[in-house]
Nanobody, 115 residues
Framework: QVQLVESGGGLVQAGGSLRLSCVHS????????MGWYRQAPGKQREMVAR???????AYADSVKGRFTLSRDNANKAIHLQMNNLQPEDTAVYYC?????????WGQGTQVTVSS
């Protein structure tokens, strides 16, 4: 069973920054995609940033230019650098890894942005 461990959430004022990290226990060569999703109260879970097995990275339009997703294969990790955070970024953020076409999710980490 692949495990994902997330860290880095918290409370920040508007305009501030946070860095989320996710470490997985899976086999790196078998990864199909990795990324972050978020779910705000009363809303559906949405993709924030995602990188596929190649080098293609996709971002939600709402975070383009503010968030950066990076991959650290040596440490089996991905990081989401979030800058210029806004109150609408408040949500629970979930790490997602697809390994050998199986979907794995982290437990979620809360990000709260105050105005």
């Amino acid at each position: 069973q692949v495990q994902l461990v997330e860290s880095g959430g918290g409370l920040v004022q508007a305009g501030g920054s946070l860095r989320l990290s996710c470490v997985h226990s899976g086999s790196t060569p078998n990864i199909n995609a990795m990324g972050w999703y978020r779910q705000a109260p009363g809303k559906q879970r949405e993709m924030v940033a995602r990188i596929t097995s190649g080098t293609s990275t996709a971002y939600a339009d709402s975070v383009k230019g503010r968030f950066t997703l990076s991959r650290d294969n040596a440490n089996k990790a991905i990081h989401l650098q979030m800058n210029n955070l806004q109150p609408e970024d408040t949500a629970v953020y979930y790490c997602n890894v697809i390994i050998s076409y199986f979907n794995y999710w982290g437990q979620g980490t809360q990000v709260t942005v105050s105005s």
